[in-house]
């Protein structure tokens, strides 16, 4: 090991244990915060889900510094995990570390061992086969599912891209990207179908279809839906903003040809920027 990598080893295991003791200080019971004493795993998941979308808004505004603040309070979140567990002696944070570094270095033996691949696919079919192979050894019955480790609190979007792209490394997937268009078309006329049952449950079911295809249809293009449609929003939401300050009256008081001449006026300034 290089003298700056050593340096730089030595730095960070420092910086590790300041932070782990500066938790094992705010968790203890007689001399400690008592807001972090009282929380649980369950209490804090809230505020790590928000974390991650701070991390996110960082990212997208390339606001590096606050990007800095905001994977601090994220490391700070898996050190709270940890102590909790510590404290009830499931595991601590450096075993969460050990398990990562042993994780990463396993699931790529192309890198950390004498395995070689000749193309990019190639590498992720067994990284697919290795977590599949996981998933097995840790199933009592060895029938594990693909999809066995999905979470299912993830949010809906994410969580449709997710099995299928899970679901597509084994082949279960479209041939190509016209069939997926087939299906969308084919989707929208069995709303249409359902909304004339006037059967409200039938409808939703369909409504569920299509999203579920829309999500196939921007996995073909490389698209992550769930970014896509935050940036969607946030189009929206400018776009909305700019009408609510040219008109001079509620919304509710304008007509809907009035709404478009708004609406194209706020995209016109869009694209000026």
Not at 103 to 114: D, E, I, Q, S, W
Request: glycine share 2%.
């Amino acid at each position: 090991m290089s003298k700056t990598n050593s340096n730089l080893k030595t730095s960070l295991n420092s910086s590790l244990e300041q932070l782990q003791q500066i938790m094992v200080q705010l968790r203890n019971p007689g001399t400690g915060c008592p807001w972090d004493i009282k929380q649980s795993y369950e209490s804090i998941v809230p505020y790590t889900i928000e974390e991650v979308y701070e991390v996110v808004d960082a990212i997208e505004k390339r606001d590096f510094n606050e990007l800095k603040n905001e994977l601090g309070d994220l490391l700070f979140q898996v050190v709270f995990y940890s102590q909790m567990a510590s404290e009830d002696q499931y595991f601590d944070l450096t075993e969460v570390i050990d398990g990562i570094c042993e994780k990463l270095t396993r699931r790529h033996p192309h890198v950390f061992a004498n395995k070689s691949y000749d193309n990019e696919g190639q590498v992720h079919r067994a990284w697919e086969d290795l977590k599949q192979q996981e998933r097995e050894d840790k199933s009592v019955n060895q029938s594990a599912s693909l999809l066995d480790d999905i979470p299912a609190v993830l949010p809906e979007l994410k969580r449709a891209q997710k099995i299928q792209n899970r679901v597509s490394q084994q082949g279960f997937d479209w041939t190509n990207v016209d069939q997926v268009w087939e299906k969308l078309d084919e989707e929208a006329c069995e709303i249409k179908d359902a909304v004339k049952s006037d059967d409200q449950s039938h409808i939703e079911e369909e409504v569920g279809d299509l999203l579920f295809v829309c999500v196939n249809l921007a996995r073909h293009y490389n698209v992550d839906a769930d970014t896509a449609l935050r940036k969607a929003n946030k189009k929206f939401e400018s776009r909305f903003r700019q009408i609510e300050g040219l008109a001079d009256k509620p919304i509710s008081e304008y007509s809907a040809d009035q709404l478009e001449v708004f609406w194209q006026q706020a995209k016109k300034q869009e694209r000026n920027k």
